[in-house]
Every structure is written in structure tokens, then in C-alpha cells.
């Protein structure tokens, strides 16, 4: 693996590691049983071994109610399961949850390495020739058949024998790029049914850490920030040395926000982060301690156009294959919205590079060379 070639150190953290509600404590997960945490856990539990295929897709909060979920279970299962896959429950089909659930193998654990993705980008650039490597080069047109690829944008036009996309889904949903020929219908088509949800992350930069040791991560059931999260020994912020905790809002959550603005989202999650590490003796331990913030909309910008793929309400089964099928031989497609799993992360990535990657080196069999 390239993170071991690199000498990179991953730690594994459970998740959650915290939960808060407000008007309580914080809490470690497991240090006291909550009987509506265990419920929704078991709820969700029970979609690997549901058969969405003999009924109409289902929102998820609708499924829930009709197992008999209670306002306080759906608070946690908006705050935990559906924040975690980028949406709100209303905008999550049974029909891809179900999927998920069959093809998801790694538990609840994050792994979390000693240093950032970007790192591993770097490194996987430096076996690259000196100047085949082109970045701030967006793509307008591709023009596509037997014959190669021929990608154009406003910085010139490029031909290769195959080409492999990675475009986020919202950009393609955009039509930032058109093809012609056109993508066939079962593609188009499954572009119209997916899905990408807003998402927000709200950065504090804090002059001391505010959490207790070993803290990671909490899930905010009711808060007006679901998550929030933490990197250990990670220095982030200015020369001051200040640490930093990351707020991340996704659905309703992000919506509440973007309607909030950014100076009224930073004082609400800085009231927020002083009633969950408050304490008698320093009630507002955020707010005294407060550097300075960083609010990121994703689905404002530019080149992401939302935070990742979700089980999309309406999806088809076979919509993520279609998404990710080559086509002429010469057009590959990778990215997290191609997984058939319906991973919506880092995983989905890497796996779907390295399996667009195999289809690239077996359709170039006998050629002297591989394109871009």
C-alpha cells in the first residue's frame, strides 16, 4: 500500500467516539447504554438483509417512522447515519442504503493518518514524468470514439488513446462538460436519479485545546452542529499555534447554516462547543479561547459542487454500474459516485481508480503506451 511505502502511520479511532445532547454531557459512546442509540443502530443494522427489490424506494425517515421510530431516534439517526452519508434522512432511498449495507465489510472504526491525503497525491505524482502532470487545466469537451479521446478546455486540447474521469458527480450533473457523442441513456440516465448533498464545514481555530484527552470525534444528536471532530497531535491555524475542531453539517444541517449566514453559523457552533466542554469553573471555554473561523460551503464551490454521492431516494440498483461502465473502449470512469457499494468516500475512490486503472491496462493489451 502506498501508505505503508511512505511510512505513513494510521490510527485507528471508533466512531463515534462522543455523543452530546443538548442540555447533557458529553458522553463516551458505550460508557452508559442509550436505549434510542441501540434502536437506530438495530434499524440500520437491519437494512444488509432487506429486500428493497419487491417494493417502491422508500425516503429513509419514512422507513424509519414505519418501524416505529421515535422523534428522538430520528434526531439520531439524522445526526449519525444520515449526516455521515452527506444527506437528510428525507433524501435517502431504501433501495441504496439496502446496498450499502450488503456491500459495507469495515465497521465502524476510522482510520486516521499521521499526516494529510494530500501527501499521498505528492507521492504518487513524484513517478510521473517531469511535466505530464498538468493541474488549474479544467476540461470543457470530450470527444470520444474507436479512436482515442480528445479533451478541450480553455487552455488547449489534449488527444489521448484513453482517458479516465473523475469528475464530481455535480459537474457532470451541471453539464460543465459535454460529450459528444452524447453518454448513452443508461448513463444519463443514472446521472438524473444520483444524488450529491450540500455540505458544510465550519473550522474553529482555538488559542488551547478545549476537549478533553484522547477526544476525537462527538455525534450531536438535537445540536444545531451534528459533528464535530479533531485530529490528535495536529497543529492547524496560524504562527500562534492555535489547534483547531471541525464542525460537519450536511442536509437540513448545512441548509441551516447557508440560511444563517457565516458570522451567525460561527456564533452558534462557538455557543454549541461551550455547552459540550463547558464547565462551572470556565463556562465558555470556546468562546474565550476563539481564534478565528473557516466556513466551507462545498456545494458552492466551484469544482466540487457538493460534499459526495448519497443513497439517492429514486436511484436504481443498476444506476452505480452504469455510472462507472466504460465506454467505447476508450472512456473510463472513476470517482466515489461509481462504487457499487454506494461508499460515498475515501474508500470508493481509491477502489474505483484502481479498478478504472485494471480496465485501462487491459484494454490497452499490446499498444506501446497508455494514454492520459
Known amino acids: 500500500m502506498l501508505t505503508e511505502e511512505m511510512g505513513c502511520v494510521m490510527t485507528e479511532r471508533s466512531w463515534p467516539d462522543r455523543w452530546f445532547f443538548p442540555g447533557g454531557a458529553l458522553t463516551a459512546a458505550g460508557a452508559a447504554a442509550d436505549a434510542d442509540v441501540a434502536a437506530v443502530d438495530a434499524h440500520f443494522a437491519a437494512l444488509a438483509t432487506a429486500d428493497p427489490s ?86 470543457e469537451s470530450v470527444v470520444w470514439g474507436c479512436d482515442g479521446v480528445a479533451l478541450a478546455g480553455p487552455a488547449g486540447r489534449v488527444r489521448a488513446r484513453r482517458a479516465i474521469l473523475t469528475v464530481p458527480l455535480a459537474l457532470l450533473q451541471r453539464g460543465d462538460i459535454t460529450f459528444d457523442p452524447p453518454l448513452p441513456p443508461p448513463k444519463a440516465g443514472a446521472l438524473a436519479r444520483l444524488r450529491v448533498g450540500a455540505a458544510t464545514k465550519v ?46 453539517l450536511c442536509g437540513r444541517f448545512a441548509a441551516a447554516a447557508a440560511a444563517l449566514g457565516r ?73 466515489e459516485a461509481t462504487h457499487g457499494g454506494v461508499n460515498p468516500c475515501l474508500q470508493a475512490a481509491v477502489e474505483t481508480g484502481e479498478r478504472a486503472a485494471a480496465q485501462v491496462v487491459a484494454a490497452a493489451g499490446g499498444d506501446d503506451g497508455v494514454g492520459a
Open 263 to 335: 458570522e451567525r453559523t460561527v456564533a452558534s457552533a462557538l455557543a454549541q462547543l461551550d455547552a459540550m466542554f463547558g464547565s462551572e469553573s470556565d463556562p465558555r471555554p470556546a468562546t474565550d479561547a476563539f481564534v478565528g473561523a473557516h466556513v466551507i460551503e462545498w456545494d458552492k464551490e466551484r469544482w466540487a459542487g457538493g460534499g459526495y454521492s448519497h443513497p439517492s431516494l429514486g436511484a436504481l440498483p443498476t444506476d452505480r454500474a452504469a455510472l462507472a461502465a466504460p465506454e467505447g473502449g476508450t472512456l473510463f470512469f472513476a470517482g
Open 203 to 248: 473550522v474553529v481555530a482555538l488559542r488551547r485545546a478545549i476537549w478533553p484527552p484522547g477526544f476525537f470525534d462527538a455525534v450531536c444528536p438535537g445540536a444545531f452542529v451534528p459533528e464535530w471532530w479533531v485530529k490528535d497531535g495536529c497543529v492547524q491555524g496560524d504562527r500562534s499555534g492555535a489547534t483547531a475542531i471541525t464542525g460537519f
Open 54 to 139: 419487491s417494493t417502491d424506494d422508500t425516503p429513509a425517515d419514512a422507513w424509519l417512522r414505519a418501524r416505529g421510530a421515535t422523534d428522538r431516534q430520528l434526531a439520531i439517526a439524522e445526526a449519525c447515519y444520515a449526516n455521515d452519508f452527506g444527506a437528510g434522512l428525507a433524501d435517502l432511498g431504501l433501495t441504496e442504503l439496502a446496498a450499502e449495507a450488503r456491500a459495507w465489510d469495515s465497521g465502524d472504526s476510522y482510520l486516521v493518518p499521521d499526516r494529510p491525503f494530500s501527501a499521498l497525491v505528492t507521492h504518487m505524482a513524484s513517478f510521473v514524468p517531469a511535466g505530464r502532470v498538468r493541474t488549474s487545466w479544467p476540461v
